[in-house]
Structures are given as C-alpha cells and as structure tokens.
C-alpha cells in the first residue's frame, strides 16, 4: 500500500500497476486511507478518528500534551503553549464550533494585559476522499473594557502550510473601533487539506482592560462531485501529509 509520505518523485520508486491500482481504490477504502506508521498529521492516530470535541474543554486538558479531538471532519491536534500571563489559556476553556463551511476556535478567559500564544494544527481527516481544502481564515477577539487611543488588544493568527503562509491581525482602540487585514484567503492552487496556526493576543496595559474571548475561524472549500481521488489529489495530500510545517520550524527555532 502507497504511504502518503511517499515522495513526489514517484516515478522512480512506484510501478504503473500499484498507482493505477492504488488510484481506482473504491470511496468505502479511501476512507480507511491513512498514511504509514498508522498516523495522522499532529501525531494523531490514523486507526479511527479522534474523540468529538466538546464544549467548554479546559485549557489544562488542550496543552496536556496529547489532546486530540474532531469536529465535523476536521482534527484538531498537537496544541503547545508558547505565552500565558497569568496562565490565563492554561486556566481558560476551549470552545470548537462548526457552522455550515465554518470552523471556529474560542479560547475564553479573562485575559488581563499580557501576551498570550498557543500553537496548534488542523487537518481534514478524510481529505482524499471528500475532496474538501481549507478556503480561507480569520481571527478577533472580545474586550470587556476598551482602552485608550492607542489598540486595547491585537490578535494574530499565522496559517501555514507547505506553499503558503497567510498573516492576519485585527486590533480594537476606542471608540470600539476594530481594524483588521482578515479574513484572507489560501491561493486557488495550493488550498490546503492541513495546516499549522500561531495564535496570538497582545493586551495592551491600560487602566481596567481586558478580553474575555479569541477565535480563530477557518471556512472550507468543497469541491462538488469529488468523492474517489484522482492522481492530483493523492500527490498535493502527500505532500501536505509528508513535509514539515514552515510556521512551526520557525516558531520552535526563535522560542
């Protein structure tokens, strides 16, 4: 069986009849596709999906180091911890909705001035056989307080992938005036089936400010009529599934 870190290069190292074999797999065995060492993208395990996530996750439960969970068919794994005054996010809960093609994770806390960042991945758990990518992301935040001229809060989120890396900022300064550079969108050819994100909150210290919630959205692409993958998929899955993530090396080289 064709792993999904097989290298692109395939030429060399896959027969004619294993790929022709491979790509007229039947939908119900596509499904059942996980790429070698019976894991998914994040460390997850590739023989069924993870846990529904649920409302209200504790923090201490999402930064225990192995938490895992699905929402629609999307997987949420390998969160870490990189900031948290206070040990606000630590102490907080976690919130997954899905909505029509939108995903969002909430983290509710009272974030009080400080620096709060965690890191996490997404990744479509049956993507070869769905044929859904990632469209396009945002992200904002909720303050209880609204400060002076200056931003109240900034929230960032970096997206990575394997040809793409989207930056987004929305910031709030009084008089509840929010500006942001988001939602933005994937590249029509590299939309992704898995992803890294940065999530970052910046409070500013100012006299009583304050957040009480961050989200972070992402809305999917589905491609009508794509049920049984054709070689294109297969390869851009591989690819996405098979090399290391951009975002994350940078982020674990400077922290």
């Not at 590299?190 to 940065?198: E, L, R, T, Y």
């Amino acid at each position: 069986m064709l792993s999904l870190r097989t290298p692109i290069g395939l030429g060399a190292a896959l027969s004619a009849s294993l790929a022709a074999s491979l790509l007229s797999v039947a939908p119900a065995q596509a499904q059942e596709f996980a790429p070698s060492g019976n894991e998914w993208p994040g460390g997850v395990d590739g023989s069924s999906k993870p846990a529904n996530c649920t409302a209200f996750t504790p923090g201490a439960t999402i930064f225990s180091g192995d938490f895992a969970c699905t929402s629609g068919d999307k997987i949420y794994s390998s969160f870490f911890l990189t900031t948290d005054t206070g040990g606000a996010l630590n102490s907080g809960v976690f919130n997954f909705t899905f909505s029509g093609t939108n995903h969002t994770l909430a983290a509710l806390a009272n974030f009080a001035p400080g620096t709060y960042e965690f890191g996490y991945t997404m990744t479509i758990f049956d993507a070869l056989n769905s044929g859904q990518r990632l469209e396009s992301a945002n992200t904002s935040a909720t303050s209880s307080v609204i400060g002076s001229n200056i931003p109240a809060w900034t929230k960032t989120l970096n997206v990575s992938t394997n040809d793409e890396i989207l930056d987004i900022t929305t910031t709030q300064s009084q008089p509840i005036i929010v500006n942001s550079n988001g939602p933005k969108t994937f590249g029509v050819a590299v939309q992704p089936v898995s992803a890294d994100f940065i999530s970052k909150l910046i409070v500013a210290n100012l006299p009583s400010n304050s957040v009480q919630g961050i989200t972070d959205s992402v809305t999917q692409k589905f491609d009508d009529g794509e049920t049984v993958p054709g070689p294109l998929p297969i390869l851009g899955a591989g690819a996405a599934f098979g090399l290391s993530r951009k975002l994350r090396r940078r982020i674990k080289q400077t922290a």
